[in-house]
């Protein structure tokens, strides 16, 4: 009878327990990627081509593209195979290419990492989401996913410290030390970590090829019949814009700026960004867990909150001088953007069924990364030749489009969208 107890009380708790493991795995995936917009200053003593901005740009473009066209085929194999070895295989694998950075002697070596770590993380975040919201079926989804994506925005923040690492020790040794530790853990997971489909996948027998392409184009066909699923990949690609620009280019800002070492701008950058926008996700996702009960809109309104608030962060940080301006930007859009950040699965579940939201989300990263990979090229573009703030006004006027187009066409009809409603509301649009 004990044992049963405790075996209920663990199944229970299961659902959290799978939030936390996923939590340890969220960090390291920005970490590794976040550590390398502190570490320009110590690597370009090596490292001659990253002394411009132009190149160190393009550096960390690659991955955006490679991550963001990535993300689809990452989506539609989360859907149809266990979420659990692919969640191992991509931690493994980006972890593994950290540690082969710190042995990088030239840039061309730096783009290959790069884009090997573009298509290991890209495996990632669609399959944690989606296995995220298959455990969190009920009134907890956002909370849950609030608590993840904290994960990323402590990764963030703690990626600013590899450049007081790499002060204090190397760059070398930094970049093999985190590598270490990802691939650690992603053998815990293999003993830990479980599978959970809301839906029945056919395991049991092989498939031909062309019986899966053409489940996959069906999938396909229906998400982008749905103008829903259009406005949300808008949605979510125009506050990208914003989003990568500052998280791989504030630390240069700060550092521009306030005339501060970069041992000193990157973890204050990254940690005033990461901190308020692990509040932005929590707050977020408590929130809107409890407007969606009240109003199906409810999570709409919540994202909506989230972007209304990057408009004058963008503007602060964009035109503001000295400490006190910029660090509020900072501040002000980290919340702002976790309030929105913790939203998007959550939505894209009012509106997709879960046998396609992997597939969904990798789209939305394809929109929202490659929206990010040209503004971060961009930025590097105007930082050198002095036109940073007309980059920033672009990005305010694509936020208040996404803004515009959010509250006037999405119009939830369930808080958990079936297949059988998503199979009637193609048909009605249709």
Not at 67 to 74: D, E, G, T, V
Not at 378 to 400: C, I, P, R, S, Y
Request: with cysteine; net charge positive.
């Amino acid at each position: 009878m004990k044992n049963n107890m405790s075996g209920l009380t663990l199944k229970k708790s299961y659902p959290w327990l799978a939030v936390g493991m996923l939590w340890v795995v969220a960090l390291l995936n920005y970490l590794d990627r976040q550590m390398l917009a502190t570490m320009k200053p110590f690597m370009e003593a090596d490292i001659a081509e990253l002394v411009t901005a132009t190149n160190f740009g393009r550096l960390m473009a690659v991955f955006l593209w490679i991550y963001a066209f990535m993300s689809p085929l990452s989506g539609i194999i989360a859907d149809r195979l266990n979420r659990k070895w692919l969640i191992v295989a991509s931690l493994f694998v980006w972890s593994g290419v950290t540690l082969a950075m710190g042995y990088a002697r030239n840039i061309d070596q730096l783009y290959i990492l790069r884009a090997v770590m573009g298509v290991s993380e890209a495996f990632y975040v669609p399959a944690a989401l989606s296995l995220i919201a298959d455990y969190h079926q009920g009134k907890t989804r956002s909370l849950a996913i609030g608590f993840h994506t904290s994960g990323i925005y402590l990764g963030q923040a703690f990626g600013g410290f590899g450049a007081t690492l790499a002060a204090g020790t190397s760059w070398q040794f930094t970049f093999q030390a985190f590598g270490l530790v990802g691939m650690a853990y992603s053998l815990l997971l293999i003993a830990f970590l479980r599978e959970k489909k809301a839906y029945a996948i056919n395991a049991g027998r092989k498939r031909r090829v062309a019986q899966e392409l053409n489940a996959m184009g069906k999938g396909l066909a229906m998400l982008f019949s749905n103008i829903a699923f259009w406005v949300i990949l808008f949605y979510f690609s125009a506050p990208s814009l914003p989003g990568w620009a500052t998280k791989n280019w504030l630390p240069t800002l700060f550092s521009e700026s306030l005339n501060m070492r970069m041992e000193q701008a990157g973890p204050l950058s990254t940690m005033t960004l990461a901190f308020a926008s692990l509040a932005g996700v929590l707050a977020g996702g408590y929130l809107s867990d409890r407007w969606v009960a009240k109003r199906l809109k409810g999570r709409v309104y919540t994202g909506v909150i989230g972007l209304g608030l990057t408009i004058p962060a963008l503007l602060l940080i964009g035109y503001g001088s000295g400490l006190v301006m910029i660090v509020t930007g900072a501040l002000l859009f980290g919340l702002g953007f976790g309030i929105f950040d913790v939203n998007n699965m959550p939505i894209l579940c009012q509106f997709v069924p879960s046998r396609y939201r992997a597939t969904g989300y990798g789209f939305m990263n394809l929109a929202g990364i490659s929206a990010g990979a040209v503004i971060t090229n961009e930025l590097g573009k105007a930082l050198d030749a002095g036109h940073m703030n007309t980059v920033f006004v672009a990005m305010m006027g694509a936020v208040v489009l996404a803004i515009i187009l959010q509250l006037a066409v999405l119009k939830p009809k369930t808080a958990d969208m079936t297949d059988e409603l998503f199979s009637g509301t193609i048909g009605a649009e249709s």
